[in-house]
């Protein structure tokens, strides 16, 4: 199992936005490609205007599979056109890929 740490680098005022697309669309259509979200975090610092979570993938060619058919996703394409009409909510992701050290 891999662990993929996402960080969304949000554009100011749009973290409501981004967090109710992922709430609303965006969590069934990943699980429906078989990415599962473990959890969200946003930064403590509001005005860093960041939001952070994991993403479990079995391994790399897996997620590179179902991201891909992800974003090819006609229902992805459309949520994202509508949910961006006021501009885009992201102005950069970060992927930082993680494997379990140790078991506690």
């Known amino acids: ?35 599962n979200i473990t959890d969200f975090w946003e930064d403590v610092e509001a005005s860093n205007n960041r939001l952070y979570y994991v993403v479990e ?9 179902n991201f891909e058919d992800f974003q090819k996703d006609p229902v992805w394409i459309e949520v994202k056109r509508l949910s961006e009409l006021n501009g885009p909510l992201v102005d950069r992701i970060d992927s930082t890929f993680m494997k379990k050290a140790l078991v506690l």
């Open 1 to 35: 199992m891999i662990y993929e740490l996402r960080t969304y680098h949000i554009h100011p005022g749009k973290m409501q936005d981004i967090l109710a697309r992922f709430k609303d669309h965006t969590v069934q259509l990943f699980a429906n490609h078989g990415m």
């Open 57 to 65: 993938h079995p391994d790399l060619e897996t997620r590179n599979r």
